[in-house]
C-alpha cells in the first residue's frame, strides 16, 4: 500500500510539474508573441512619422511649385489640395477592398512570426 501512495505521490510531483512548466511556456510564448506585435508597432509608427514628414514637405515644394508655374502660390496650394482630396474620394469609394487587403495583412504579418515561416 505504501508502494502504491509513493507511486501516486510521484504521479502528482510529476504532473504538477509538467502543468507549472506548461504554464511558463506558455506565458514565455506570449511574451515573445505581444513583444513582436509592439515592435512591429513601434517600427510601423515610427516609418508612418517620418513618411508623415517626407510627403509633407514633398507636398509643400510641390504647391509652391505649381505655384510658381501659375503665377499665384495660393493656387498652387489649392491644386495640390484638390488632388489630395479626388486621392481621398477614391480611398472613400474603394474603402472596403482597402480595408480587406490590409487586415489580411496585418493579420498575417504578425500571426506569424520567422519561427513560424521556419518550421514549414
Known amino acids: ?10 504521479v502528482f510531483e510529476k504532473v504538477e510539474n509538467y502543468t507549472r512548466t506548461t504554464f511558463e ?6 511574451i515573445g508573441k505581444s513583444s513582436s506585435v509592439v515592435s512591429i508597432l513601434l517600427l510601423y509608427v ?4 517620418i513618411t508623415l514628414f ?5 507636398n509643400i ?12 502660390y495660393y493656387l498652387g496650394f ?9 486621392i481621398a474620394c477614391l480611398v472613400y469609394i474603394f474603402k472596403d477592398e482597402i480595408s480587406n487587403k490590409l487586415q489580411d495583412t496585418i493579420l498575417l504579418k504578425i500571426l506569424i512570426t520567422p519561427d513560424e515561416e521556419e518550421e514549414k
Do not use: C, P, R
Open 1 to 10: 500500500m505504501k508502494d502504491q501512495k509513493i507511486v501516486l505521490e510521484e
Open 25 to 30: 511556456l506558455h506565458k514565455l510564448k506570449f
Open 46 to 49: 515610427t516609418l508612418f512619422i
Open 54 to 58: 517626407f510627403v509633407s514637405f514633398i
Open 61 to 72: 515644394a510641390l504647391a509652391l511649385l505649381v505655384g510658381k508655374w501659375i503665377g499665384s
Open 78 to 86: 489649392l491644386i495640390v489640395s484638390f488632388f489630395y482630396l479626388l
